[in-house]
């Protein structure tokens, strides 16, 4: 069965330093996202992409993110200069463009630990 | 904005128990409720899909229904590896889906 994977599993970074976070979607799917979880808390939303460039983004998206499809099988999340509280777990999502049908399939998660 | 609202936060069933998880939403033209597992450390997995009040499905132990206000989802004679956090979320204008905060079931022997 298709699945999201996500790579890598954990990443310790420093403060200000920049992390890229990647995934690869169902294939032929063409909408995906990118959500995050903090330790205890509910899942949120970051960003949703389609076609190419982004379609919707949270308040949390701000300028220190980024979102990337560099070529035809990867989605990358860019944190520019961590901060403390960027730690969590980090989940990618792909969905079907098809009528009516908007079921979201997510990764395992890469764990981000800013120290 | 959309919100949603899990209950209870937490619930401990003796396997064959059966019991129901709440779900209950605010959101401006829904366009999909959904329910998801989770286990510790892992992303969520996609069980349901509701798009109209009245609406049911079904899987193995697990039924889910709708009405305008909240969604239950039924857990039928539970077995403890039905054991999981149950995320419930909603998608109303755009494609985002907005999370409640789960209810971690717990299934023992």
């Known amino acids: 069965e298709p699945e999201v994977t996500q790579t890598p599993s954990h990443q310790v970074t420093q403060m200000g330093q920049e992390v890229i976070l990647r995934c690869v979607p169902i294939?032929?799917?063409?909408?995906f996202y990118w959500y995050r979880q903090i330790l205890g808390q509910k899942v949120e939303f970051l960003v949703s992409?389609?076609?190419?460039?982004?379609?919707?983004k949270s308040e949390i998206f701000d300028d220190q993110f980024s979102v990337e499809r560099p070529d035809g099988s990867n989605f990358t999340l860019k944190i520019r200069s961590t901060k403390l509280e960027d730690s969590a777990m980090y989940f990618c999502?792909?969905?079907?463009?098809?009528?009516?049908?908007?079921?979201?399939?997510f990764g395992p998660g890469t764990r981000l630990t800013v120290t | 904005e959309d919100q949603v609202t899990q209950s209870p936060e937490a619930l401990r069933l003796q396997e064959g128990e059966s019991s129901s998880l709440n779900c209950s939403y605010t959101?401006?033209?829904?366009?999909?409720l959904f329910w998801y597992r989770q286990d510790p450390g892992k992303g969520p997995e996609f069980l349901f899909t509701?798009?109209?009040a009245g609406e049911e499905k079904e899987k193995e132990r697990l039924k889910a229904t709708l009405t305008k206000k909240e969604s239950f989802l039924h857990i039928t004679a539970p077995k403890p590896e039905d054991s999981a956090t149950y995320l419930c979320?909603?998608?109303?204008?755009?494609?985002?889906?907005?999370f409640g905060t789960g209810t971690q079931l717990k299934v023992e022997l």
């Open positions: 979320a909603v998608r109303g204008g755009g494609n985002k889906l907005t």
């Open positions: 999502a792909s969905s079907e463009v098809r009528l009516a049908v908007y079921e979201q399939y």
């Open positions: 294939s032929n799917h063409l909408y």
């Open positions: 509701l798009y109209s």
């Open positions: 992409f389609y076609n190419n460039e982004i379609s919707e």
């Open positions: 959101v401006s033209g829904l366009r999909g």
